[in-house]
């Protein structure tokens, strides 16, 4: 009996340590950016290493960040754009998903291969005709040119058009027998009740754009219209950017609001971005 | 009865084809912009892409001319392009053993007992919400050779470390370290999910065999129940491992030496950097196409799989 509970309490011990080990190696650069961004230089360059600064510059260093750069621009930048991605695609993806999941009409089972097509496109492969058609329209290093690629997504199709098929029949015919008609069933009860799908794709959507580089590298050149993963390279080039205190702090803020957002609803997060990635 | 059911008849079907007629029009006006968006923006961007390859334009030049397959036989013989194909697989040859490995042993670990399980699995996620041209930045401070926190780690042990992202030798294996780092804790998630699914009774079977020790439980229940979830994990981390370019164009820009050139960054500098829109329409083409083929190959695998089971 004993000599059973010692073996399960060197069991929990293993385990805690085990994961403290792998723990350490998901939150290092964290620890080591937050580090920084507290330091002076010469404490960032002496052979010591203290992970809490000697001397704290943490005020100094963050408000180098915010003034050198419009740190908070980006950010702004990245909400806006973010949002303005997510509503348009709701509006040309939930009708679409409605049809194609309860409504008979010809041409639907094309249309519906013809998305799957597309699910198989990924999105830099079409990076050179999007540069071309903005440039053609005049839209380069605009907000347009950050959002209109993307308002058109087969994966929010597909995932809702799935997610449609599940609810019963019997909840639209209740409704249009009480004379809503299609688009009030879409915006007023599809809608509601598809929360939970709607969340899954918002999270997928935001986190992907909000983090995305290669996209706004090529269609922005203006700081003030970045999205954050690109303002934290402008910033690198900047000449306060280059003094490692204010880029960590930089770093920092650039991270922060997406840290913050997932650890406040980490549920939501993480069942959001497993179950996209099942579809 | 007979009479006024074959009077019906007609009638229903009338009125049930002009519904018909109704829905097909609301139909179709609830997919147009999406049929629209999906022409402009999709299908037909993706079908200019081919049509650039076969031409010799740059971006801003007034004109261009149709060269064949001149752009294909450029790339066949350029060293940086296979260098570029070659490192891609090899990145996704190192990032996929590591993520999927790391991923299930950290899953397993967290849902062995529910003891701060909730605070494992946040922490092990962080990574994965991080933006990563911000983290690269960071990443380069860790591993610079003189104040880098892996050297200077290095250093304690008296093991004298090298320049990690400017030598030929280390800067693919560098940034594959990246990669583990962003994507574990995203395996991780997908494999606690695949734990969950395992039925109870399956242990107490197990118990009853005699198999109640941890690595027994493991070896006879668990992974032989995780083979389609760590199939799915595999082929995730596989296709996202393909798609490297942030850390890479961050860090690298696929230097020294093309050492850590990649296909993304490869594509991005043709046709971004040096303009040279149809050869990197070319290249956008032959990338396309390895996408495409793999993905039906999973599609197809999955497919069978799930047949079978």
């Given at each position: 009996m004993s000599a059973h509970r010692r073996y399960r309490l060197a069991g929990r011990i293993a385990r805690h340590a085990l994961l403290v080990v792998s723990a350490t190696f998901a939150l290092l650069?964290?620890?080591?950016?937050?580090?920084?961004?507290?330091?002076?230089?010469?404490?960032?360059?002496q052979p010591d290493f203290h992970l809490w600064p000697?001397?704290?510059?943490?005020?100094?260093?963050?408000?180098?960040?915010?003034?050198?750069?419009?740190?908070?621009?980006?950010?702004?930048?990245?909400?806006?754009?973010?949002?303005?991605?997510?509503?348009?695609?709701?509006?040309?993806?939930?009708?679409?998903?409605?049809?194609?999941?309860?409504?008979?009409?010809?041409?639907?089972?094309?249309?519906?291969?013809?998305?799957?097509?597309?699910?198989?496109?990924?999105?830099q492969a079409l990076a050179i005709p999007h540069f071309v058609l903005l440039h053609v329209f005049g839209l380069l290093d605009t907000y347009a040119a950050l959002i209109l690629p993307w308002i058109i997504s087969a994966f929010g199709i597909f995932l809702l058009r799935q997610f449609f098929r599940s609810i019963p029949d019997e909840i639209i015919h209740?409704?249009?027998?009480?004379?809503?008609?299609?688009?009030?069933?879409?915006?007023?009860?599809?809608?509601?009740?598809?929360?939970?799908?709607?969340?899954?794709?918002?999270?997928?959507?935001?986190?992907?754009?909000?983090?995305?580089?290669?996209?706004?590298?090529i269609a922005v050149r203006t700081e003030d219209i970045s999205t954050p993963a690109l303002g934290i390279l402008l910033f690198r080039d900047d000449e306060a950017g280059q003094f490692l205190g204010p880029l960590m702090a930089g770093a920092t803020i650039i991270v922060a609001p997406l840290l913050l957002a997932f650890l406040l609803a980490q549920r939501r997060f993480i069942d959001g971005l497993a179950t996209t990635a099942m579809k | 009865m007979s009479l006024t059911a074959s009077i019906q008849t007609p009638i229903r079907s009338v009125v049930r084809r002009r519904h018909r007629t109704e829905e097909a029009a609301i139909g179709w006006l609830a997919v147009s912009p999406a049929l629209?968006?999906?022409?402009?923006?999709?299908?037909?961007?993706?079908?200019?892409?081919i049509l650039f390859s076969f031409t010799d334009w740059q971006l801003g030049a007034a004109t261009f001319r149709f060269i064949g397959t001149e752009n294909f036989a450029a790339l066949w013989a350029d060293p940086p392009f296979w260098k570029a194909l070659i490192n891609t697989c090899l990145y996704v040859a190192i990032v996929v053993p590591g993520t999927v490995g790391l991923g299930l042993a950290t899953a397993l670990l967290i849902e062995a007992s529910p003891a701060l399980r909730g605070f494992y699995r946040a922490v092990h996620f962080l990574p994965v919400m991080s933006t990563m041209s911000a983290m690269a930045v960071v990443w380069g401070t860790m591993l610079?050779?003189?104040?880098?926190?892996?050297?200077?780690?290095?250093?304690?042990?008296?093991?004298?470390g090298v320049n990690w992202l400017r030598d030929e030798h280390t800067a693919l294996l560098a940034l594959a370290l990246i990669g583990i780092w962003?994507?574990?804790?995203?395996?991780?998630?997908?494999?606690?999910?695949?734990?969950?699914?395992?039925?109870?009774?399956?242990?107490?079977?197990?118990?009853?065999?005699?198999?109640?020790?941890?690595?027994?439980?493991?070896r006879i229940v668990t992974l032989p129940m995780l083979g389609p979830v760590t199939m799915f994990v595999i082929i995730l981390s596989a296709s996202r491992a393909f798609e490297v370019f942030d850390s890479?164009?961050?860090?690298?820009?696929?230097?020294?030496?093309?050492?850590s050139e990649v296909l993304l960054n490869r594509l991005y500098s043709e046709s971004f950097d040096y303009l040279r829109t149809g050869y990197g329409a070319a290249l956008t083409v032959v990338y396309l196409a390895i996408v495409v083929a793999l993905t039906l190959a999973q599609a197809r695998f999955i497919e069978r799989r799930v047949h079978y089971s």
């Open positions: 650069p964290f620890v080591w950016m937050i580090s920084l961004s507290l330091k002076p230089p010469d404490e960032i360059f000697k001397t704290f510059l943490g005020v100094e260093n963050y408000r180098v960040a915010l003034t050198a750069a419009p740190m908070l621009r980006f950010l702004l930048n990245g909400v806006f754009v973010c949002a303005t991605i997510f509503a348009l695609q709701l509006m040309v993806c939930v009708p679409c998903a409605y049809a194609l999941a309860k409504m008979r009409f010809r041409g639907r089972d094309t249309l519906f291969s013809a998305v799957l097509v597309a699910l198989l496109v990924p999105p209740a409704a249009r027998l009480d004379g809503l008609g299609e688009f009030e069933i879409i915006w007023r009860i599809m809608m509601p009740m598809s929360a939970p799908a709607l969340a899954a794709f918002g999270v997928f959507s935001v986190v992907a754009h909000w983090n995305d580089l290669f996209w706004p590298l | 629209i968006l999906l022409i402009c923006l999709l299908f037909g961007p993706a079908a200019a892409v610079h050779p003189s104040i880098g926190l892996v050297n200077r780690a290095l250093a304690a042990f008296g093991v004298t962003q994507g574990f804790g995203f395996a991780m998630v997908l494999f606690v999910s695949g734990l969950k699914a395992v039925p109870q009774q399956l242990y107490d079977a197990a118990a009853v065999d005699g198999a109640d020790g941890v690595l027994d439980r493991l890479v164009r961050v860090l690298t820009q696929g230097g020294p030496n093309y050492a």
